[in-house]
């Protein structure tokens, strides 16, 4: 059975919250780790500044994770407004779960942790 969506072919409040559980693939926590600690060997405040992007950006992909759309193929891309970062991330409608892919740098190939 599909989730329910509305007239905008967007999913409805009712699915959205049907998506609460958050997976994290290895590879995402160390990525994170190793951004943050060049941020802030670059300028000390920009680690800390970076981590509280990402867990915002977090926060925000889980309360409507279909506003982006897929690419290529289901996964989807959130990209952080200071930082030149991007979240890769799949929605797993079936088991209620968001899973967090990458993040990457903007300037790396488009298609880094798109095979996870």
């Known amino acids: 059975m599909g989730a329910a969506k509305n007239s905008s072919g967007c999913l409805s409040q ?3 919250r049907a ?3 958050r ?3 290895p590879a ?3 990525e ?5 600690r060049y941020l802030e060997h670059q300028r000390g405040d920009f680690g800390r500044q970076f981590l509280n992007e990402v867990e915002a950006a977090i926060g925000t992909i889980m309360e409507a994770p279909a506003r982006w759309r897929p690419w290529p193929g289901d996964i989807r891309r959130f990209l952080l407004s200071s930082f030149r970062y991007t979240i890769r991330y799949r929605i797993r409608r079936d088991e ?3 899973e967090f892919l990458s993040i990457v740098h903007t ?4 298609d880094t ?3 996870r």
């Open 107 to 110: 300037s790396r190939q488009p």
């Open 19 to 21: 998506l609460v559980n």
């Open 113 to 115: 942790g798109a095979n």
């Open 96 to 98: 209620g779960l968001v």
């Open 14 to 16: 009712r699915a959205r």
């Open 28 to 30: 995402f926590e160390v």
């Open 32 to 36: 994170l780790i190793e951004a943050a």
């Open 23 to 25: 997976w994290f693939h």
